[in-house]
C-alpha cells in the first residue's frame, strides 16, 4: 500500500499503518482468472501470499496494534457469563459456531439466517447455530457481505463484487448471478480510452472496476444504491435495479476502511489516511452526483470501522488507537465524545436500539449504551475470542420480553470461529463475571469508570 507521508513522524505512521494493514491482511490480489463474466484478454493473474493454516496468524506478529492503547488503563478482559447455562437474562454467551478453514472477516444476518465470509473463499451459512448450506467463490477472501432481498452482495479481495441470489424453490440454494462490473458494461466502457484511469505502477484500468480488495459494502435501500469502498482509495456507487457503476469517487488519500450509509441520504467514509469524510447525492444538471459535505475527523490514526444509528441519527467511527468517536445529528454533526474502552485498534463496530458495539484487536467486545441525557455507559465487556475481534451483525431477539429489548449478537474473529451473544438494554451495571465461584461479583469502580464518556482526549 502506497503511503503519503513525509518526515521522521510520518514515517512511523506510515509504519503503523502499514503493519495493521497486515492485521486486516492486506496482501495484493488483482484480477485473477476466475471464471467470471470478464474476457480473459483483460484479466491479470497474480499470486497472494496468504497465511496457511500452519502459518503464524498476522495478528500474533509483532506490531502497534498489539500494543496496550494509551487511552485505555485498565485491562477489563474478563470471561463472559455463558447465558444459556445459567438461565440468565444479563449479557452473555450462549453458542459458538466453529469451522477450521479460515479466519472470519465478515458477517450479515437476515432472520434465523448467518451468511459468514472467510479468506477460504466459502461463504457459509448458519440456522440455529448449525451450519445449513453453503456456497463458493473461485478467488478472493470474503471481506464484506450485504443482503438486499434474495440477493447477497460479496466483496473480495481480488477487487470483485459477486452477486448470488437465493433459489425460490430450495433455499439452500445459492447462485451466482453476476459480478460487478457486469459484463456488458465492461465492454461497453472499454471501447473509450477516457473511460481508463492510471493506477499503480503506471497500470490502467477502467474507473467503474477496482483494482485492490474491497473492503466494505453498504447498501441504501430506499434510493435502491450500493456503496463499496476499496483499498483503490475509492467509493463506488452501483444503482441495485441495472447494476450499473453511477459513479466512481477518488474519496481519501489512503485505503477505505469502511463506509455507511446514513440519514438524510448522507454517505460517510472512513480512511487508512485518518479521516472521517460525509458526502450527500445531490442533482448536478440531468444526473446526480455525490459532494463533499464534511471532513468530520482528521488524525494521524487509521479510521478502521464505522457505523449509523438511524434511530437516534449518530455516527461512530473507530480507530487503529482504540478509541470510538461519536457525532449527533441533532447538534449538526458536532463531535459529541469519545468512548474509551479498548487495549488496541478497534475493528468493528455495530448498533442496536440504544446500544453500540465495539470489536477489537484485543479480542473483546464493549458494550455501550446511550442514556437519555446523550451519555454512554458500558453495560458490558463481551471475552472469550482467541483472536481479534473482525466483524459484528445485530439482529433483534424475538424471545424478548415486553419492556426489555433483548438482541443476539454475532461476532466473528480471526480466531476462525463465530461467537453468538444475547444482550439485553436493560441489564444491570456492567460486572466481572468469575468462573470458578460461578457467581457475580459486585463491579469495581477503577474498572468500569474508564467506560463513561470523555469530551475530549
Known sequence: ??????????????????????????????YSNEEDDVPNSHKTSTTASTPTSGEASPYLMSSPWSQPSPYAKS??????????????SNNGLIGSMVREEGHVYSLAAAGDLLYTGSDSKNIRVWKNFKEYTGFKSNSGLVKAIVIYGDKIFTGHQDGKIRIWKVSSKDPSLHKRIGTLPTFKEFIKKSVNPKNYVEARRHRNVLFIKHYDAVSCLSLNDEQGLLYSGSWDKTLKVWRLSDY????????????????????????????????????????????????????????????????????????????????????????????????????????????????????????????????????????????????PVKCIAVEEDRESDKGDQRWIVYSGSLDKTVKVWRVS?????????????????????SISSPCATNKGR
Open 425 to 445: 438494554e436493560n441489564a444491570p451495571e456492567w460486572r466481572e463475571y468469575n468462573y470458578n465461584y460461578n457467581q457475580f461479583q459486585s463491579p469495581r469502580p
Open 75 to 88: 485491562p477489563w478482559i474478563f470471561p463472559s457469563p455463558i447465558i444459556n447455562q445459567l438461565k440468565l
Open 244 to 387: 450499473k457503476c453511477l459513479e466512481s469517487i477518488n474519496a481519501h488519500s489512503d485505503a477505505i476502511n469502511s463506509v455507511a450509509t446514513g440519514f438524510d441520504s448522507l454517505v460517510f467514509t472512513g480512511s487508512a489516511d485518518g479521516t472521517v469524510k460525509m458526502w450527500r447525492r445531490e442533482l448536478d444538471g440531468n444526473r446526480t452526483r455525490h459532494c463533499l459535505v464534511q471532513i468530520l475527523l482528521e488524525q494521524e490514526n487509521a479510521v478502521t470501522a464505522l457505523a449509523v444509528n438511524q434511530e437516534s441519527s449518530l455516527i461512530y467511527c473507530g480507530s487503529s488507537d482504540g478509541l470510538v468517536n461519536f457525532w449527533e445529528r441533532e447538534k449538526h454533526l458536532s463531535h459529541g465524545g469519545i468512548l474509551r474502552g479498548h487495549k488496541m485498534a478497534v475493528l468493528c463496530l455495530a448498533t442496536a436500539g440504544n446500544l453500540v458495539f465495539s470489536g477489537s484487536a484485543d479480542k473483546s467486545i464493549c458494550v455501550w449504551k446511550r442514556e437519555v441525557s446523550g451519555a454512554h455507559v458500558c453495560l458490558s465487556v463481551l471475552s472469550g475470542h482467541g483472536g
Open 1 to 30: 500500500m502506497k503511503q503519503e507521508t513525509s518526515g521522521d513522524g510520518g514515517a512511523m505512521v506510515a509504519d503503523q499503518r502499514t503493519t495493521l494493514s497486515s492485521l486486516l491482511n492486506s496482501d495484493l490480489v488483482v
